[in-house]
């Protein structure tokens, strides 16, 4: 169903020029949808989705990347209403008359027996099931905040008070390693050789979440503990400073282009909203000279040479004549950027 109304929202697209909104590819695909014996919320769930796809596709046109004709490959069923949760099973209806029951196991109906959960749409493929639930979560007053610094080798957080390095420099190994594994292909065959790449470009992706998971989780419950609001910098474009053509050679471009930036705070940001943790976004001229600007005094940093080798990584202040290091700073600047 999905892919006849992806079908059906490209065939409007091609006639009118734009890509069909949610309501008038409901009216456009609904009719269409009939013959499929199944109840009316999963025709509008299809639907949805296929919205969803289509205005992916409109924002990738629009940023200049060439795309295909989008469609799903793996069935599945989705829906947010019309089942419910009885005798540790998931009721769900197929049609007017049929009706499905899946086990949940232990770990599942022990997190959905705490009264602030609720179930809210469910998701089944041939091999998984996904409940999506909610909770009502009350936003801690903060008396404090945590700048949040993104480094290739490791994530700085803190303020004035603390400052804590995590070490995600496994990622560049990594990164590096699946690279090179990718690199002693081959074979002739290109389509052999792009099959072996998305196996081990997915199995980077997952290692390296993985070890984000782990580091973001505990920003999370550090921030809440001591009540305090995480603060970001605005990093979008960042990306553009290594690309092609800009001086650098391909392995460097190729190391800094592995770091998941934004990986970073889309996980610490959905995981502070079910903690109830405030996080604030700054913006570009806000931060500003966050890496450069002394915290003490607010002179300009400089490169220098020390022992006879220039540090990139250590800078000097002329006014407090103290070596810094580029990353604590721009922690500290970080934080007492919000106001």
């Not at 949610?22 to 989705?49: D, E, T």
């Not at 990353?327 to 970080?334: T, Y």
Request: proline share 3%; aromatic share 8%; with cysteine.
């Amino acid at each position: 169903m999905t892919n006849d109304c992806i079908r059906i929202g490209l065939d409007f697209e091609r006639r009118n020029g734009n890509t069909p909104s949610m309501r008038k590819l409901c009216l456009l695909s609904y009719g269409q949808l009939k013959h499929y014996p199944v109840f009316a919320q999963y025709r509008l769930n299809a639907i949805s989705k296929a919205a969803g796809i289509l205005s992916t596709r409109r924002k990738s046109i629009k940023r200049g990347h060439p795309t295909k004709d989008p469609y799903l490959t793996k069935p599945g069923l989705v829906s947010c209403y019309g089942f419910n949760v009885e005798n540790g099973s998931l009721i769900i209806h197929l049609d007017s008359h049929t009706l499905e029951s899946i086990p949940l196991n232990r770990y599942i109906l022990r997190e959905l027996s705490k009264a602030t959960f609720e179930v809210r749409s469910f998701t089944l493929t041939e091999k998984s099931l996904s409940l999506c639930v909610s909770k009502e979560v009350r936003a801690i007053e903060f008396t404090g905040i945590v700048g949040v610094d993104r480094n290739l080798r490791n994530i700085a957080v803190g303020n004035s008070e603390k400052i804590t390095f995590y070490d995600i420099s496994k990622i560049v190994e990594i990164g590096e390693n699946s690279r090179a594994i990718v690199r002693s292909f081959k074979r002739n065959d290109v389509r052999i050789r792009q099959k072996l790449s998305a196996k081990y470009g997915k199995r980077r992706v997952e290692r390296t979440r993985q070890i984000i998971n782990h580091v973001s989780k505990h920003i999370v419950t550090q921030a809440k503990a001591n009540m305090q609001a995480i603060v970001f910098e605005d990093i979008r474009g960042i990306r553009k400073l290594y690309g092609k053509g800009n001086g650098q050679g391909p392995s460097y471009r190729g190391r800094m282009n592995s770091i998941p930036w934004h990986e970073v705070k889309r996980q610490v940001e959905y995981k502070a909203a079910w903690e109830g943790v405030p996080v604030v976004t700054l913006t570009k001229y806000e931060t500003r000279g966050t890496t450069m600007d002394c915290p003490r005094c607010g002179e300009r940093l400089q490169s220098a040479v020390r022992d006879d080798t220039i540090h990139y990584r250590q800078l000097w202040c002329k006014v407090c004549k103290r070596w810094r290091d580029r990353d604590l700073v721009a922690v500290l600047n970080i934080s007492r950027k919000d106001g």
